[in-house]
């Protein structure tokens, strides 16, 4: 299995986020998986995101549910990230990441760093 | 939703010490707690998961321990390879947490 992030490196404050996780080696309408987002600031800790299951529900970190979507796109074997209204503080590295329920997190992205800037 | 308290923050340690790192819950969790390593520049590997199990092609060294809300990761004999930062993530409830992380410096 093998996850790429994609989208802009630099982003102007109040505009959105938009990242999309590209899967190679697994279907992301199959298995019991959800496909997240996590992400990290230069110098610190990881931040859960949310993630989305194959039927479409979505679960969200509770102090970014009101900016933050996941959707997928089966077509493409892609899921995407998107964070509206961002400021400074929505910098950081975004990892995409394949997780189980029970299990946690087994494969993960390279990271994409988005830098929120005017 | 749960809260997960890692301690301690950092840590400074010789090849071959004994390494504990505790996470806490702020509600009970079962064992579904995993123990991830980052080094720098690099994404998060997993070591442990359901709390005790051992991720294939991790060394032996490293183990969990820990169910309900009181978790740790021992580092039996610290290499130099193990100089990284470990977090611990919490994925019982609907929305998954981290610990802060520890940093594992050389002594």
């Known amino acids: 299995l093998q996850l790429q992030e994609s989208g802009p490196g630099l982003v102007k404050p109040s505009q959105t986020l938009s990242l999309t996780c590209t899967i190679s080696g697994d279907s992301i309408s199959s298995g019991s998986y959800f496909w997240s987002w996590i992400r990290q600031p230069a110098g610190k800790g990881l931040e859960w995101v949310g993630h989305i299951y194959r039927s479409g529900s979505t679960n969200y970190d509770p102090s970014l549910r009101s900016r933050v979507s996941i959707s997928f796109d089966t077509s493409k074997n892609q899921f995407s990230l998107k964070l509206i209204s961002v400021t400074a503080a929505d910098t950081a590295t975004y990892y995409c990441a394949r997780g189980l329920p029970f299990f946690g997190f087994d494969s993960w992205g390279q990271g994409a760093l988005v830098t929120v800037s005017s | 939703d749960v809260q997960m308290t890692q301690s301690p923050s950092s840590l400074s340690a010789s090849v071959g010490d004994r390494v504990t790192i505790t996470c806490r819950a702020s509600?009970?969790?079962?064992?579904?707690l995993g123990w991830y390593q980052q080094k720098p520049g690099e994404a998060p590997q997993r070591l442990i998961y359901?709390?005790?199990a051992l991720q294939s092609g991790v060394p032996s060294r490293f183990s969990g321990s820990g169910s309900g809300t009181e978790f740790t990761l021992t580092i039996s004999s610290l290499q130099p390879e193990d100089f990284a930062t470990y977090y611990c993530?919490?994925?019982?409830?609907?929305?998954?947490?981290f610990g802060q992380g520890t940093k594992v410096e050389i002594k």
């Open positions: 359901d709390a005790s």
């Open positions: 509600q009970a969790i079962r064992t579904d």
């Open positions: 993530l919490q994925h019982n409830s609907y929305s998954w947490t």
